[in-house]
């Protein structure tokens, strides 16, 4: 029985199309390669070059860069600091350009609804008036009231 359920070893056929045989590359890309091989062996040479000419001006200027360290640190300060201040007035500049433009809009706006808001602050400040001119009236009665109940 234990001899039944032992696993044996699967095989896959994995079987192609008939009358479809796999072909190499094509002419083309072919082409395509042996045309970009020198482009691409010319571009690595130029980076060659690049890095040994690179290598060779910083041995020569490290010397001057120790030498004239006193007078080029500070002046490299100064000019950074110089550009960061730039940056900040023009960063400054504009954000108060659009600030202005926001308030102006905001302004415009405004005075678009304004008279709709207007004509009901104009019926508020009537009704409170009308209610105010009313229990003026009504205080003042009540007084005379009692003034003339009082003697």
């Known amino acids: 029985m234990a001899d039944h359920h032992r696993m044996q070893p699967h095989q896959v056929h994995v079987h192609g199309l008939k009358g479809h045989h796999q072909q190499g590359p094509s002419a083309s890309k072919v082409l395509a390669s042996l045309t970009m091989l020198p482009v691409g062996g ?3 040479a130029l980076a060659g070059i690049t890095l040994v000419g ?5 041995a020569v200027t490290t010397p001057l860069f120790i ?3 006193p007078v080029l640190v500070p002046a490299s300060l100064v000019i950074g600091l110089a550009v960061t201040s730039f940056l900040a007035s023009g960063t400054f500049g504009l954000t108060g350009i659009w600030s202005l433009s926001w308030v102006g809009r905001y302004i415009q706006e405004a005075t678009l609804a304004m008279p ?3 004509d009901q602050a104009k019926r508020g400040m009537q009704d409170m008036a009308g209610y105010v001119g009313q229990k003026t009236k009504e205080v003042g009665q009540e007084i005379q009231r009692k003034a003339h109940d009082g003697k």
């Open 42 to 44: 010319g571009f690595l």
């Open 67 to 69: 030498l004239f360290s």
């Open 54 to 58: 690179t290598l060779i001006g910083l």
């Open 116 to 118: 709709e808001s207007l």
